[in-house]
């Protein structure tokens, strides 16, 4: 084996060795959310994180029946599809009071896959377009 | 370790292994060389349709597929499928692309999310997509075949001509291990000897509509040569245009070390979710 490929090798084994230390996998299906039931919650963002390959929202949340605000994690698509669909990297900033409609995990612990944010203060409704582009992104 | 992460695990080494076993030292495939391109190759490219702009994929016509054009599975493959099919129902996806290698062929051009642009050059049709963090495909249209003996990859060694405006694509030498997926959760590794061809067209008058026909042949997981249509939408505006997506970066958070650098720190997962930075790293 000639050192080129032996280097090759060693990239190949470091790669699986740090995919072995992963704690979980960034890159997934949605199906670990129920797409068929919407869900909606209202709370103060903690942080967005702007990542492929999935966006994150962290908000917290005040229970109905009192206590401490509770986080929860919303999971949406990558930057690249968030821009398509007229999203920022700043759209969502900490602080921010927001609506939130998602699908939620099938466990029931506090996550789910993103379907639209409201941003309470300015009354703005981020979507994700997934499909053909809108007619006003469409060029001649 | 779940079993799934497990699988995940070995089905990483063993990708290893074949990597190593497949080195066949600096080889080289001809002595030929690439011709420096001349004003009438490039005039040459003016003929052609523009495939320019950013295209993306349309995924609810990827959905409807899953279920209205099935690939002719082997009984073995078939069985496989519909044991993933209902565990994806249930919530439970197969882990497909969790490891965040490049989804390789066909599934670049089947089941992504996430855009591509298409570059025609000299002798060149290039295609860069976003997310996996590596999806690039290289498409040579400068008459050479595919070497004898080619190093399997995860896109595949990639020749190609125009008959016309369409851009003719035959793809052979991808890992075995690529999956062969309907979705981002259901499919089998299509285990060796996968043949692709593709006929790249704009879809009529409808400029902006780019088509896909394939054709895969994969003799160890299909028992013929499945077709499907895959179509794509191009926008022009600049601020849509392709963006990095680097896979493991999900894996990461951005954070303030010690030394006030700004450096990237493993994330928590809670429930699946990637949440923030990890204290204990």
Redesign the interface.
């Known amino acids: ?2 050192a ?2 032996l280097k ?2 060693a990239a ?2 470091a ?2 060795v ?3 230390n ?8 949605f ?4 797409k068929d039931k919407l869900l909606t919650l209202q709370g103060e963002v903690k ?1 967005f ?1 702007w ?4 966006c ?1 929202l ?1 908000f917290m949340v005040k229970p109905e029946g009192g206590g401490e605000p509770q ?1 929860w ?3 949406t ?5 968030l ?2 669909s007229g999203w920022t990297r700043n759209s969502i900033k900490p602080g921010d009071r927001v609506s939130v409609e998602f699908s939620p ?3 029931g ?3 789910g896959g993103i379907e639209s944010v409201t941003l309470l203060d300015t009354g703005q409704k981020l979507t994700v377009t ?4 809108r007619d006003d ?3 001649p | 370790m779940s079993h799934r ?1 497990a699988r ?2 070995t089905s ?2 063993c ?2 292994v074949v ?2 076993l497949t ?4 080889e080289i495939a001809s002595d030929k060389i690439s011709a420096p391109p001349t004003l009438r190759d490039y005039e040459a490219l003016a003929k052609l349709p523009d495939f320019g ?2 295209w ?1 994929p ?3 016509d990827q959905e409807r597929q899953e279920t209205q054009n099935m690939p002719p599975w082997t009984p073995k493959a078939d069985q496989r499928i519909k044991h993933m099919i209902a565990e ?2 249930a ?11 490049p989804t390789g062929m066909p599934s670049y051009m089947l089941f992504t ?3 591509f642009e298409l570059l025609v050059t000299p002798g060149r049709v290039t295609l860069l997509g ?4 590596n999806r690039l495909r290289r498409i040579y249209t400068d008459g050479r075949a595919h070497p004898a003996d080619p190093d399997p990859s995860f896109h595949g060694h990639s020749i190609g001509h125009w008959e016309g405006g369409t851009l003719v694509v035959d793809t052979v030498a991808v890992f075995p291990q690529v999956y062969l997926a309907i ?3 259901v499919g089998v590794p299509n285990n060796g000897d996968m043949h692709i061809v593709e006929h790249l067209h704009l879809d009529g008058a409808n400029v ?1 509509t780019l088509l896909d026909d394939l054709e895969i042949t994969a003799p160890k997981v299909l028992t013929k040569t499945w077709k499907t249509t895959r179509r794509y ?5 600049q ?2 245009g ?13 954070a303030v070390d010690k030394n006030g650098d700004a450096i990237f720190k ?1 994330v ?9 930075p990890d204290s204990s790293k």
Do not use: W
Request: hydrophobic letters at 30%; a negative charge.
């Open positions: 084996m000639k080129t490929h090759q090798a190949l084994i790669v699986t740090f995919a072995a992963m704690p979980a996998g960034a890159h997934h299906s199906a670990m959310y129920e942080s994180q990542t492929n390959p999935h994150v962290s986080e994690a919303m999971e698509t990558s930057p690249g599809v821009t398509r995990l099938r466990d612990s506090h996550g997934f499909s053909n582009p992104i469409r060029q | 992460f995940l695990v990483c080494v990708m290893t990597g190593i080195a066949r030292g600096a702009g950013t993306t349309d995924v609810p994806d129902d919530g439970r996806p197969f882990p497909i692309i969790d490891h965040c290698f999310h996430n855009a976003e997310g996996d963090g979705s981002e959760s902006n939408y191009r926008t022009r505006q601020k849509f392709i963006v990095e997506g680097v896979c493991p970066q999900g894996y990461f958070s951005e493993p928590q997962f809670r429930n699946g979710i990637p949440v923030g």
